[in-house]
């Protein structure tokens, strides 16, 4: 674990970020697990509900349990699909979502049943399905996002790697039902976390130029 964190550069941190899918053996130690759960615990939400968990599963048990899970989701979405060329890309979904059980530890995002004020004033007053989805404006998960995005950057801080992942999420009643959820808590994300195994690293990925995604109005 790099401890020397609070003397970096919060914009390296940010630039030199990149998603890694493949770890050494190492065991990260539990004090490093919990910094990375601490800075998504630090997270911005919306009416600061905080509406989160975040189980870190060393298992491998576990781990497997849940991999079985997508990969039979998998197979059963390749059935349902027709032509070949669906289910190639399935299996191309598939590829993206199978090595989280390989990594040393595996963050299950969670994302508690939170009720949203005006969206529930807006039902009982009899809005319409269809404008209640318009009125949405998905603030919970964009909580979520700010608290895995901060995992993200603080597992790179201090020498770890990790992989956001949504593909598994096929599976998601199933992680439930492995970890024990209410059933009204969601997995939004599997956050694969290790030592990066450098033999594997890819390149950056291209990103945008800035004058591609900004724009000023004066
Ligand atoms: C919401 C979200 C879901 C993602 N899901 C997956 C996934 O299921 N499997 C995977 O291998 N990568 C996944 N990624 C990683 C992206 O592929 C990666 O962030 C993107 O290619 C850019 O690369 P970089 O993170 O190195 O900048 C996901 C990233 C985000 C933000």
Known sequence: MNTDYEGCNFFDVIATRKTIRKYTNEIPPLEAIKKIADAGRLA??????QNWEFIAIYD???????????????DELKDFVQSEEDKNKINGYKYY??????????????????????????????????????YDNRSSILSMGAAIEN??????????????MCAPLVAQKEFGEILGLN???????ILSVGYPDVSAMNQNKPKKTLDEVFRIVL
């Open 60 to 74: 491998n048990e576990t781990k497997e349990k849940m991999a079985k899970a997508v990969n039979d989701k998998y």
């Open 183 to 189: 059933p009204d808590d969601k997995v939004v994300t």
């Open 97 to 134: 979502s199978m090595f989280f059980n390989k990594a040393p530890v595996v963050f299950a995002i969670v994302e508690k049943k939170r009720i949203s004020t005006i969206l529930s004033i807006l039902e009982r007053n009899g809005m319409t399905d269809d404008l209640l989805r318009y």
């Open 44 to 49: 911005p939400s919306t009416t600061n509900t």
């Open 151 to 164: 995992m993200s950057l603080c597992a790179h801080a201090i020498g770890l790697s990790s992989c956001w």
